[in-house]
């Protein structure tokens, strides 16, 4: 009976571990990854067998990756992390997973992650590459300094859409690099002024560039980007092989962007752009809208 007990304990307390560690990777924020896909749409390959299997082990690689990083940011962080709301629930803020468990797993995470990519080609493994060192330099450095916090986030995404088109041999185009480039900036700066916004006077102890922000400029910035992010994607679909068509696909976008901003300035979730998505039904309708739309028109009209 006691060795019985001792099992059902080990396999129980194996059980908590991993579910922590699966924590630790942020499933949730996998869907940013999906940015991989967006030149195999685009480039007209979605019905392509081998390049859709490439797409997706590289979004997976790219998932695996970005969570073992995650551990590491979480590691740096840990100390703010317990003055926030909501962060100090994370396994490493709260004390759940010890530190040294939680860093040797995002190694191994890390490493055959990087490892698997470069079986997809020597592009997409230096994409990921400079992907991994962009984030690293991110939480060690660059998250502590103004405007370009929110540059290193962009140029994450961008990376993103690279791998997606590399790994399947077709061209960057110029569009989908400004585009990403404004929309992410958006998302980086509605992140920021939603951290401000809750946290108030302890933002600059949660992060020290905050310092320099203010709501006041933050929105001065956001109203930059918005129009550039709607401008950018209408001039695409007017310049798009599929004859103008992509451009009735711009009210879907204007109205996904516009409620977004409604739901940073009134629901407080733009902290979190993947729960936005995932816990509002009007946004996630018209994101789902809009692929389906762009899909009907690149393939079938």
């Known amino acids: 009976m006691e060795g019985t007990a001792t099992r059902v304990a080990t396999v129980a307390r194996f059980s908590g571990n991993a579910k922590l560690l699966l924590t630790c990777l942020r499933p949730k924020q996998w869907i940013k990854n999906g940015l991989l896909l ?32 995650y551990i590491i940011n979480d590691a740096l962080d840990i100390e703010r992390d317990k003055q926030h709301s909501t962060k100090c629930n994370r396994p490493l803020a709260s004390g759940k997973l010890s530190l040294p468990a939680a860093l040797s797993f995002a190694a191994v995470v890390i490493s055959l992650s990087l490892g698997a990519a470069f079986t997809l080609g020597l592009p997409f493994g ?38 997606g088109a590399y790994v399947i041999n077709v061209g960057v185009s110029p569009w989908l690099v400004i585009c990403t480039i404004c ?92 729960t936005a998505l995932l816990g509002d039904v009007p946004l996630l309708t018209a994101v789902l809208w809009w692929g389906l739309c762009v899909v009907t028109i690149v393939y079938f009209v």
């Open 38 to 69: 967006a030149p195999l749409v685009f480039a007209g390959k979605l019905l392509e067998l081998d390049s859709v299997l490439k797409v997706s082990l590289g979004a997976v690689f790219f998932s695996l990756l970005a969570g073992g990083l």
């Open 126 to 163: 230096v994409i990921a590459a400079l992907y991994a060192a962009n984030v690293l330099s991110y939480s060690l450095w660059i998250k502590h300094i103004v405007i370009l916090d929110v540059f290193s986030i962009s140029f994450g995404f961008v990376l993103r859409a690279a791998a």
């Open 183 to 274: 929309l992410s900036l958006f998302l980086g700066l509605t992140k920021r002024r939603a951290e401000i916004a809750s946290l108030k006077d302890d933002a600059t102890s949660h992060r020290r560039a905050l310092e320099h922000y203010s709501l006041p400029l933050l929105d001065k910035m956001i109203a930059v980007v918005t129009p550039s992010t709607l401008m950018c994607y209408s001039l695409y679909t007017f310049t798009a092989s599929s004859d103008y068509r992509l451009m009735y696909t711009i009210p879907l976008v204007i109205f996904g962007m516009l409620r977004y901003l409604y739901l940073a300035e009134n629901k407080d979730v733009a902290g979190a752009p993947e």
